[in-house]
T-cell receptor, first 112, second 110 residues
Framework: SQTIHQWPATLVQPVGSPLSLECTVEGTSNPNLYWYRQAAGRGLQLLFY??????ISSEVPQNLSASRPQDRQFILSSKKLLLSDSGFYLC???????????FGNGTRLTVT | QKEVEQDPGPLSVPEGAIVSLNCTYSNSAFQYFMWYRQYSRKGPELLMY????GNKEDGRFTAQVDKSSKYISLFIRDSQPSDSATYLC??????????FGTGTRLLVSP
């Protein structure tokens, strides 16, 4: 079964600082990988997805970017954080389109 | 109109009650249906995964899909305080990305 590791679990960053959130997946190869943001009462917003190394699709124009340097590694970044970037960031993995999505335990980001 | 509608709750029930959680959807091409449970400050955990119509049972949980009505349900029997969480429905066609409901918060009191 898949295991998704996300770190850090919580993060407090000042406005204008850079961001790097990392996600690694175990138990599967060549998964589809996703970054979601969850705001209170607003559900899950898909930010990025990747079907392979170096292949990133962006769902929402924003202050964030994503990279996939290795098969089972997915990174979410920002050069300069905004207050509106605060939220709960979740990495997710599926072994193939149509198979169930599995989530990590998320990173709670507070931008101050 | 949202593709997937889910009552946000909260839904409050006493321990031992049967709980019914529901989602409606508009896209008749959806084939795969999932229910996730999310505890506070944790990632969503896959509970049930069904393909097409019908029922699927796993312990105290039963997932039901009615494609003719575009309606899915999750039933929890003998609910426990540990079932208190937010429950998210999700679905897709198999060729597109998952579409999620906004979640229903369930509170089971002892």
């Amino acid at each position: 079964s898949q295991t998704i590791h996300q770190w850090p679990a919580t993060l407090v960053q000042p406005v204008g600082s850079p961001l790097s959130l990392e996600c690694t997946v175990e138990g599967t190869s060549n998964p589809n990988l996703y970054w979601y943001r969850q705001a209170a009462g607003r559900g899950l917003q898909l930010l990025f997805y990747s079907v392979g190394i170096g292949q990133i699709s962006s769902e929402v124009p924003q202050n964030l970017s994503a990279s996939r340097p290795q098969d089972r590694q997915f990174i979410l970044s920002s050069k300069k954080l905004l207050l509106s970037d605060s939220g709960f960031y979740l990495c997710a993995s599926e072994w193939d389109r149509g198979s169930p999505l599995h989530f990590g335990n998320g990173t709670r980001l507070t931008v101050t | 109109q949202k593709e997937v509608e889910q009552d946000p709750g909260p839904l409050s029930v006493p321990e031992g009650a049967i709980v019914s959680l529901n989602c409606t959807y508009s896209n008749s091409a959806f084939q795969y249906f999932m229910w996730y449970r999310q505890y506070s400050r944790k990632g969503p955990e896959l509970l049930m995964y069904t393909y097409s119509s019908g029922n699927k049972e796993d312990g105290r949980f039963t997932a039901q899909v009615d494609k003719s009505s575009k309606y899915i349900s999750l039933f929890i029997r003998d609910s426990q305080p540990s079932d208190s969480a937010t429950y998210l429905c999700a679905m897709n066609t198999g060729f597109q990305k998952l579409v999620f409901g906004t979640g229903t918060r369930l509170l089971v009191s002892p």
